[in-house]
């Protein structure tokens, strides 16, 4: 019995630590525009960088979990996708970062196509 009671003890504190929901988003995707086959967003992020590889990164992640949430309404047609990009409590944009969907046929999904980030 004390080790049924130590299990599953263990597993409501593993439970209660993975529900954690004090950890916050990096960054924060606003402004979504859907229109025609053109996606348009602002990332702003919410944390301190160091390197350009961190910048891109971190915008990469919001990228994709964008890309992943409209994923079905992309269905097979082409978008572009066009993301504004905001250091932390910058009201200035970094730049704009482009993506296609669905570039072609021999290459769905999600494709990088450029950037003029700072």
Known sequence: MKKVLLAVSILLSLLLVACDSSSSATVDIENINLTSNILEADLKIKVEY???????????????????????????KIYTLYFKVYAKDATEALGIITYKVNDSKINPGLTYIGDNLN
């Open 50 to 76: 160091q390197t350009s590889e961190e910048l891109m990164e971190l915008v990469t992640s919001a990228v994709n979990l964008t890309y992943s949430h409209y994923k079905e309404d992309f269905g097979t």
